[in-house]
């Protein structure tokens, strides 16, 4: 039982670059989120998606796409990178995001630097 | 929306010493707070968390107490150790519904000196 898994864990890219970080989680969760972290900034939630075949978006979501491939698996995509993207990106998912106290278990993040 | 709030930034205590850390929130509806805990180089864990129907919960040397007049609450933890040393996030999450999410605080950097 691996939880959540993100790859790739460092990527550097240039400015314009497009690039997709990928998600899976085996805890037959229903729903699963992806987040940025930035210095100063806590986490801010940047799409998530409640249930398989439906995607939301969070707080922060231009620049950015997102595909719930099946229930296992969330993507995100950077189509043209900026620097202003320069990260570190969680993913995470819960049981039932609707739920009261859900807990969202978070993988180990993916850092980006765009230049 | 819902808006959470930490002070300080940073925390530094010595060991064995108690560790208090606060936050504030702004929707009266929200109704559920997790703490979550982040080592270097690692994902954000939940360590405790608590529900708006009850004021305060333990589990070991940590517990988390709430005060839903005044909006804010807090983690406490007591004997602490080098392995405390981390950065917790607060988190509110409001009653099931189309803006159900989770807002965090910016975290707070707790550095346990030996």
């Known amino acids: 039982n691996a939880g959540v898994t993100q790859t790739p864990k460092f990527q550097v890219l240039k400015t314009g670059q497009s690039m997709t970080l990928q998600c899976a989680q085996d805890?037959?969760?229903?729903?699963m989120y992806w987040y940025r972290q930035d210095p100063g900034m806590g986490l801010r939630l940047i799409y998530y998606?409640?249930?398989?075949?439906?995607?939301d978006k969070g707080e922060v979501p231009n620049g950015y796409n997102v595909s719930r491939l099946n229930k296992r698996e969330f993507s995100l995509r950077l189509e043209s990178a900026a620097p202003s993207q320069t990260s570190v990106y969680f993913c995470?998912?819960?049981?039932?995001?609707?739920?009261?106290?859900?807990?969202?278990?978070f993988g180990p993040g993916t850092r980006l630097t765009v230049l | 929306g819902e808006n959470v709030e930490q002070h300080p930034s940073t925390l530094s205590v010595q060991e064995g010493d108690s560790a208090v850390i606060k936050c504030t929130y702004s929707d009266s509806a929200s109704n559920y707070f997790p703490w979550y805990k982040q080592e270097l180089g690692k994902g954000p864990q939940l360590i405790i968390d608590?529900?708006?129907?009850?004021g305060e919960k333990k589990d070991q040397r940590i517990a988390v107490t709430l005060n839903k007049t005044a909006k804010h609450f807090s983690l406490h933890i007591t004997e602490t150790q080098p392995e405390d040393s981390a950065v917790y996030f607060c988190?509110?999450?409001?009653?099931?519904?189309?803006?159900?999410?989770?807002?965090f605080g910016k975290g707070i950097t707790l550095s346990v000196r030996p």
């Open positions: 988190a509110a999450k409001a009653p099931p519904g189309a803006n159900s999410k989770l807002t």
């Open positions: 995470a998912s819960s049981s039932h995001g609707t739920s009261v106290s859900d807990t969202q278990y």
């Open positions: 805890m037959n969760h229903n729903s």
């Open positions: 998606s409640a249930s398989e075949g439906t995607t």
């Open positions: 608590i529900r708006s129907n009850v």
